[in-house]
């Protein structure tokens, strides 16, 4: 980073591509928690694609090559797209995957068909449109990253102003419409948002990848926690990060394509975040599975040592490990498990491999059995197959 | 139309029909997006298929790239099952991750290898009567020809093996599960066709647009029929048509054949939403124009029969009247008497509106219900 740093304050177009990397990052990150929380997370897939006709129309009609233009026909495309898949779901029984995967995909054949048709026209040959499929960072001009600040400003204002309302809207939509909000309005200003992320990010990540933006930084913050408001920051820090380090990555690498860079960057932080955060982790959740595991273990292991004692109606007898061997249990992991009792105080080993419940510990599994035989009795017979093998070795 | 010109075409019937098969299920099953992550994430099977094979026809590369597809749906199936993402999540994380890392595989190494990006994306049909099947000196038609028409048997085959099953699996999974239908092996099994039939169309149209294939024509055949056996001819049919007509447009523009097929794809389906006979957009609003006129004769009808034994009622039986009585305008209450006295309800003489026996009937059944 020291060594780094210089580099970007000097650099102009490293300060571009980090600044623009950076304003995709924030814009997709806070947009992105909304329509992962509304299960909407394809959304931004269709609306992404559904994208490249209108800057092949923009160009076209105005033979401009101008971002602000370009970015103008993308709005527009992506609007028109998600309006369609609402229409086509609320009006027929076309079920929302559908609608989805065929807005997504018949938009960009067109926007292909438009692409072909102008790499073929005489005046256009070398429009440059192509870097809008899989991104280029390196391309990005201080023009365009105005742009995507403004865009970004758009979104963030509105998240600002409408944070209850948009709360209330991702979490009990039918709460807010009883209490008199405009849902539907509401939902239009977001889908508008996620239109104006995608946009802002269509130069540096391209069509093809933009929808993974706006669902994997999200995805990923979920995971720490619980509460909207840090979710939609720790989403925001996690698309800039993935953002800046792809975009650098790419541009100062050569042959790699600032797309598929900024997504993979992205899905290693949403592959820590499944693994590692703490609470819903994936490994947070195996050691907490196996604790319990350990913990029921010696709870039978107890339970067992209890019944033998009972059986030879003293605490001074002791039994080999063997004979507490069940479920499957090892060696190992019988005496380990003792061990760990003995160390709590509830059981003592009498001598080499011969183990023994303490008062304690019988204490702690029959709390409410003193002089009470009848659950002494309710407790016997599950307990006596093990007792009774035991009787047979030792 | 020339030798190369008819063959494109019948590639492009054949990849839009083998694709139509699988997408009535995929539409119907609601795992339309499923087909989107598997035909993105193939594109890594492909590119390291084609690393160890050197060849796009190897049938090693067509295994790797179907089991790529499989693996992508076993992927978001896994993440979607710890519970720390939804579905609709799932499939967004695992398929760009996948794509991502073989777009940079394509591109880093696009100098040492014969495939770039945009053939893998978007398909280069126009190439494909080049690749000739040479069997002993004899040229017997192009590869795609072959490599289509087996996965469109092979669709075929396993569809009307398994028809019934599908059919139980898709409209009431909790009685195939009961029965002793696997769900798994019929979900995994749609997937492991899906995949394979993806890599076969890859070649022709490319990653994205297969998806078009997929979906498009099966959806459009949704709202057409009510009955599955219909409805898989029908997708099959109109995946035909937009391949068919597709290639006309790229010829007419001069341009992507991919691209005009998914385009065409779209626009059938947008005719199905608006002229389909009973679903369609105009179908509906017919409907409820229907529903207005008939609603005003039989509120004509009830009017008349509340009024018809009452004495001092005569002005409420005057055609006159009707407007200020029922708020219709003039207009519209003159066009309601003319076709309720079409059908018979009413009866006019100077100006003074009497029920008929039928008229009556409606009256009172209207009431009823």
């Known amino acids: 980073m020291a060594l780094a740093l210089p580099d970007l304050a000097l650099d102009y177009t490293l300060r571009t591509v980090a600044l623009g990397a950076m304003l995709l990052g924030l814009s997709s990150g806070v947009v992105g928690t909304y329509a992962v929380l509304r299960r909407e997370s394809l959304l931004g897939d269709a609306m992404s694609h559904a994208a490249l006709p209108g800057i092949a129309l923009a160009f076209l009609l105005t033979r401009s090559k101008e971002t602000a233009v370009l970015l103008a026909g993308a709005v527009a495309a992506g609007w028109l797209g998600s309006l369609l898949v609402n229409a086509i779901t609320r009006t027929t029984r076309v079920k929302l995957d559908s609608a989805l995967g065929l807005i997504l995909s018949v938009f960009f054949g067109f926007g292909l068909v438009l692409l072909t048709f102008i790499q073929k026209q005489p005046d256009a040959s070398q429009a440059g449109l192509d870097r809008f499929l899989f991104g280029q960072a390196a391309s990005l001009l201080r023009r365009d990253v105005m742009v995507m600040g403004i865009g970004t400003v758009a979104v963030l204002l509105a998240v600002l102003l409408l944070w209850k309302e948009f709360k209330l809207l991702v979490f009990d939509p039918d709460f807010a419409r009883v209490l008199g909000l405009r849902v539907r309005l509401l939902e239009v200003i977001l889908t508008s948002m996620i239109v104006l992320a995608i946009v802002v990010g269509l130069q540096t990540v391209g069509v093809v990848l933009m929808s993974a933006m706006v669902v994997a930084p999200a995805a990923a913050a979920r995971q720490w926690t619980d509460r909207l408001g840090l979710m939609v920051l720790l989403s925001a820090l996690f698309g800039v990060v993935a953002g800046m380090t792809g975009a650098l990555v790419s541009s100062l690498t050569p042959r790699l394509p600032t797309g598929p860079t900024i997504v ?100 702690r599994v029959r709390p409410a059995t003193e002089g009470d035989d009848l659950s002494d009795g309710a407790g016997h017979p599950a307990a006596s197959r093990p007792e009774g093998t035991g009787e047979g070795q030792s | 139309m020339t030798a190369p010109q008819i063959e494109i075409q019948l590639i492009a019937a054949i990849v839009a029909a083998a694709c139509a098969l699988p997408g009535a299920f995929l539409v119907l099953r609601r795992m339309a997006l499923i087909s989107d992550a598997i035909s993105h994430a193939m594109l890594l099977g492909i590119v390291v298929g084609f690393f160890l094979t050197e060849d796009l026809n190897s049938p090693l590369l067509i295994l790797g790239a179907t089991l790529t597809g499989l693996l992508t749906a076993l992927l978001v199936e896994l993440l979607n099952r710890t519970g720390l993402v939804r579905e609709d999540a799932a499939i967004g994380l695992v398929f760009p991750a996948l794509f991502s890392i073989g777009v940079i595989l394509i591109s880093r190494y696009a100098g040492s290898v014969h495939l770039d990006t945009d053939v893998v994306l978007l398909g280069e049909l126009a190439f494909a009567p080049f690749d000739r099947v040479v069997v002993t000196g004899w040229d017997i038609g192009p590869k795609g020809l072959y490599a289509g028409g087996v996965i469109l048997l092979i669709n075929a085959a396993l569809i009307a093996l398994f028809y019934k099953e599908l059919k139980l699996a898709t409209f009431d999974p909790g009685l195939a599960a009961a029965l002793g239908f696997s769900p798994a092996a019929i979900h995994y099994g749609l997937m492991g066709v899906t995949s394979l039939t993806a890599v076969g169309a890859f070649d022709s149209v490319g990653a994205i647009l ?160």
Do not use: K
């Open chain 1, 264 to 363: 993979l960057v992205v899905s290693g932080l949403v592959l820590v975040s499944l693994l590692f955060a703490p609470n819903r982790g994936l490994v947070w959740n195996w050691a907490r599975e196996r604790a319990r595991r350990g913990q029921v273990r010696a709870e039978g292991m107890l339970r067992q040592l209890a019944a033998l004692a009972e059986h030879h109606g003293s605490l001074e007898h002791g039994h080999p490990s063997a004979v507490l061997r069940a479920s499957g249990w090892s060696a190992d992991q019988v005496v380990q498990v003792l061990h760990d009792l003995e160390s709590a105080g509830y059981v003592r080993q009498v001598s080499a491999d011969r183990w023994a419940i303490t008062a304690t510990g019988m204490a």
């Open chain 2, 210 to 369: 297969t998806v078009a294939l997929f979906i498009a024509p099966a959806a459009a055949a949704y709202l057409l029929t009510d009955d599955l056996a219909r409805m898989l001819f029908l997708s099959v049919g109109l995946g035909v048509a937009a391949a068919l007509s597709g290639y006309w447009l790229a010829f007419l523009l001069d341009a992507s054949i991919a691209g005009s097929m998914a385009t065409m794809a779209g626009v059938i389906f947008g005719l199905a939403w608006c002229f389909a006979p009973e679903r369609g957009l105009l179908a509906g609003q017919r409907r409820r124009v229907r529903q207005r006129w008939e609603f005003a004769q039989r509120m004509l009808a009830i009017h008349l029969l509340n009024h018809e034994r009452q004495p001092g009622a005569e002005p409420e039986l005057q055609v006159e009247h009707l407007w200020q009585e029922l708020r219709w305008d003039r207009e519209f209450a003159t066009r309601v008497v003319s076709l309720a006295e079409g059908r018979g309800l009413v009866t006019r003489q100077n100006g003074r509106l009497e029920l008929t026996d039928r008229g009556r009937l409606l009256a009172q059944e209207s009431l009823l219900a």
